[in-house]
C-alpha cells in the first residue's frame, strides 16, 4: 500500500512541475495594434492636410493576459499610391529599444509627418521584436510582430479649395464680361 502511495506522489510531483516549467517557458502569442488616437483603429482611411503631424499608438495585445514585454528592436514603414508620389517620416520615436511595456495598454509609439500632392495614399506600418522578461532572463525573440495598416489620404486643405474655387469664379466673371463687350 504505501508503495502505490509513494509512486501516486511522485506522479502529481512529476506532473506539477513539468505543468509549472511548461507555463514560464511557453511565451504567448502576441499581436501589435497600430493607431492614431489610444484606441483600437477601425481601418477606415483617414483624411489629412499635406504636412499632416501626429503621434501615433500602439498596444501589445496577448489575449487580455497583462504580460510584459521587452522591446529588443523598432521599425517603421510606409508607401505611398501612387509609388513615389508621398512619404511619411517619423520625427520623433518615443518608443525604445530597451523599454518594457505592458500589453493591453496604449502607448505612444512615436510623432509622424505625412505629405504628398493632394489624392495620396500613404500606408503606415511598424514592427517591434519583443521578448518576454521572466525573472531575470529573457525569453527568444517575438517578430518581428508586424502592426495593422493606417491609411492616410492626403487632401487639400480647405482654404486652398476656398482659394481655387474664388478664382475659378473671377475667371468666369472674366469670360463672361468680355463674351457681352
Known amino acids: 500500500m504505501r508503495g502505490k502511495a509513494a509512486i501516486v506522489w511522485l506522479g502529481i510531483i512529476v ?28 481601418g477606415e482611411i483617414i483624411e489629412v492636410p499635406p504636412g499632416d503631424i501626429e503621434t501615433l499608438y500602439f498596444h501589445i495585445d496577448d489575449g487580455g493576459l497583462g504580460g510584459w514585454y521587452h522591446v529588443v528592436d523598432i521599425s517603421f514603414h510606409y508607401t505611398s499610391h501612387p509609388a513615389g508620389a508621398g512619404w511619411a517620416e517619423l520625427i520623433d520615436p518615443i518608443v525604445q529599444v530597451g523599454q518594457d511595456y505592458q500589453a493591453s495598454q496604449w ?11 493632394p489624392s495620396t495614399m500613404i500606408d503606415i506600418q511598424i514592427d517591434l521584436t519583443l521578448q518576454e522578461p521572466n525573472g531575470w532572463t529573457l525569453h527568444e525573440p517575438i517578430g518581428p510582430i508586424w502592426s495593422n495598416t493606417i491609411t492616410k489620404h492626403i487632401t487639400p486643405e480647405p482654404s486652398s479649395m476656398l482659394a481655387l474655387g474664388t478664382g475659378l469664379f473671377g ?6 464680361r468680355r463674351r457681352r463687350s
Open 15 to 42: 506532473l506539477a512541475l513539468s505543468a509549472s516549467t511548461t507555463a514560464m517557458g511557453s511565451v504567448p502569442p502576441a499581436t501589435l495594434g497600430l493607431s492614431p488616437y489610444p484606441s483600437p483603429y477601425q
Open 171 to 176: 475667371l468666369g466673371g472674366l469670360l463672361l
Open 107 to 117: 502607448y505612444p509609439f512615436g510623432v509622424i509627418q505625412v505629405d504628398g500632392p
